[in-house]
């Protein structure tokens, strides 16, 4: 972390302004140290700000994320993946990020944040999760990166301060998502902007196969289910691909084999095909909590939180937008 990012860190507990004790510097970059408050201590380790363990439900993200590190990134993948989807879903333009404060809630291993960075934003990159230093090692070399890892319902930061805030394929995953989308709203300066975006509830999910496994795969060890999908997913791919071209019903009984499968959707290589269907399928089967949410819920739930301008559509996802008030004070 730089220094410049203490003055917008907060002790997750009492809200207070955190002193920097012990400090070990690289460059201008603080590799170690300690966050101190009158009552708290968190730990500063290899350039991450850490307030909280490493041990918590998103172990199976870190672990993914870490294995998978550059594969959604644009600049690993050669295609405008992640940055078609972050302008599809967000309806931002790459001029209204430029110099702003920009809060990515849920990095992962930062495809989003990069898409915003290669903008002229200020990112702050955060995920409960390990992800955060395959984040930082992705993007180290923008200056404008800040990565903490920390607690979406205790979240690190000075409140009433992004211009814009985002949260994408991440908060179906919490265990509480009506208060993770809650947290987020007044982290918004006064007129920011939010974009969240979640799966869709439907009568369809009971015939995806991942329901079905879940049960099982949850319980399962995250590194012993990942062995099964290394095992596994190379045949169901390609049983899904020669299901999926049969007439008539191919596309229908293809959904009904478990594998991620982005043949003929996406611009991929076979080697970078088999790479994004690996990280998929164990991402569809390995989150602790996995929550889908209806329009009317995600509509009720930025409404309630006293957001102006609210949209609730179908994009790659079901996506929620809203901005607070010119006038908001929190």
């Not at 300066?189 to 196969?209: E, H, I, M, T």
């Not at 569809?284 to 009317?296: E, G, K, M, V």
Request: hydrophobic share 40%; aromatic share 12%; with cysteine.
């Amino acid at each position: 972390m730089r220094s410049e990012f203490l003055e917008i860190l907060r002790c997750p507990q009492t809200g207070e302004q955190l002193v920097l004790d012990q400090p070990e510097y690289v460059g201008e970059r603080i590799r170690s140290g300690w966050l101190v408050s009158p009552q708290h201590r968190y730990l500063v380790r290899d350039f991450v700000p850490r307030f909280v363990s490493n041990s918590n439900y998103a172990e199976s993200f870190g672990m993914q994320w870490n294995r998978f590190r550059q594969t959604q990134l644009d600049s690993y993948s050669g295609h405008p993946i992640s940055a078609q989807r972050f302008w599809r879903t967000t309806a931002w333009h790459p001029r209204d990020l430029e110099g702003t404060w920009v809060l990515d809630a849920g990095c992962g291993a930062g495809r989003f944040a990069e898409i915003a960075l290669e903008a002229g934003a200020r990112v702050v990159a955060l995920d409960y999760s390990r992800a955060v230093d395959a984040c930082y090692a992705n993007l180290l070399n923008h200056p404008n990166l800040s990565v903490v890892q920390g607690d979406i319902y205790a979240l690190p930061l000075q409140r009433s301060f992004f211009q814009f805030v985002y949260s994408l394929g991440v908060l179906q995953h919490t265990p509480d998502v009506a208060r993770a989308v809650a947290a987020l709203p007044p982290m918004l300066a006064p007129g920011g902007r939010l974009c969240v975006d979640f799966y869709q509830k439907s009568w369809r999910n009971v015939l995806l196969p991942k329901y079905w496994l879940r049960p099982l795969t949850i319980r399962m060890p995250a590194d012993r289910l990942f062995t099964i999908c290394e095992l596994l997913v190379p045949r169901l791919l390609r049983l899904s691909r020669f299901v999926s071209r049969l007439p008539l019903l191919g596309g229908w009984l293809g959904r009904l084999i478990p594998v991620a499968n982005y043949s003929g959707t996406l611009p991929l290589s076979e080697q970078q095909h088999m790479e994004w269907s690996l990280l998929d399928t164990f991402d569809w089967l390995s989150p602790r909590f996995d929550n889908p949410q209806t329009a009317y819920t995600v509509k009720r739930w930025l409404e309630a939180a006293g957001l102006q301008h609210v949209e609730v559509l179908r994009t790659d996802h079901l996506t929620g937008r809203g901005a607070a008030s010119d006038a908001c004070s929190r």
